[in-house]
Nanobody
Framework: VQLQASGGGLVQTGGSLRLSCVVS????????MGWFRQAPGKEREFVAA????????YYADSVKNRFTVSRDNAKNTVYLQMNSLKPEDTAVYYC???????????????????WGQGTLVTVSS
């Protein structure tokens, strides 16, 4: 399976961006999808995830109520809508996929098997 993330860019504090991740090669609808980020000098961290049906989502506390993860199985695409962006959201964002039927908090702790390249989000103060 191949994952292609896009949508990053430069935005001011308080602004919004929407990231997209297109998945090809396998049945997208059978995958749980996650978003992760890695800031300069820091370890990669979990951001948000959505189950294969879209019925379950899970967020890191740092982005809860600001970010929304969604998916369109007809387009093989998962989205991350990011609102009220802060400078500390600056990072390279990665999408990931896993075929296990995980939901809820489990989506934040499993080791995802498939990863895309990152897209850079920079939030200026």
């Amino acid at each position: 399976v191949q994952l292609q993330a896009s949508g990053g860019g430069l935005v001011q504090t308080g602004g919004s961006l929407r990231l997209s991740c297109v998945v090809s090669g396998r049945t997208f609808s059978s995958y749980a999808m996650g978003w992760f980020r890695q800031a300069p000098g820091k370890e990669r961290e979990f951001v948000a995830a959505i189950s294969w049906t879209g019925g379950s989502t899970y967020y890191a506390d740092s982005v809860k109520n600001r970010f929304t993860v969604s998916r369109d199985n007809a387009k093989n695409t998962v989205y991350l809508q990011m609102n009220s962006l802060k400078p500390e959201d600056t990072a390279v964002y990665y999408c990931a996929a896993d075929a296990r039927p995980v939901t809820g908090q489990a989506m934040g702790v499993i080791e995802y098997k498939n990863w895309g390249q990152g897209t850079l989000v920079t939030v200026s103060s």
